[in-house]
C-alpha cells in the first residue's frame, strides 16, 4: 500500500529573492501547484525581507529604503510525505534559514 499522506513544509528566507527562488524550486522540479505554495512574512509585521536583494540592492542612492526590511519570509507548501527530503533539499539550495514540517 502506498503512503499518500501529506504534510506541510515550510521554510523561512532572508530575502524575497530567495523565496521566489524557493517557489521556483517547487514548481519547476516538484511539480506543485502555484496556488498550492503560501508566501508570507515569518512574523506579524509586513516585511520584504531582511536584508535588501535584487532591485532593492542595485539602486543609484545605495539600497533602498521604501520597502521595510522587517525580518524573515516564510515559504510553505502542502507535499507527499515521500517528497519531504527532496523538497527539503531544494529549499536549502534556493537559501532557506530553516526548514520544518507539521
Given at each position: 500500500?502506498?503512503?499518500?499522506s ?80 527532496a ?16
Amino acid at each position: 500500500m502506498a503512503d499518500d499522506s501529506t504534510t506541510t513544509i515550510r521554510a523561512t528566507f532572508e530575502t524575497r529573492e530567495a523565496a521566489d527562488l524557493a517557489v521556483e524550486h517547487l514548481v519547476q522540479q516538484h511539480g506543485i501547484s502555484r496556488p498550492d505554495i503560501f508566501i508570507q512574512s515569518a512574523t506579524d509585521r509586513n516585511t520584504a525581507g531582511s536584508v535588501p536583494s535584487g532591485g532593492d540592492a542595485a539602486h543609484e542612492e545605495g539600497a533602498r529604503r521604501d520597502a521595510p526590511l522587517e525580518g524573515q519570509i516564510e515559504v510553505s507548501a502542502d507535499i507527499a510525505s515521500s517528497q519531504f527530503a527532496a523538497v527539503q533539499r531544494s529549499l536549502g539550495h534556493a537559501g532557506a534559514l530553516r526548514v520544518s514540517s507539521r
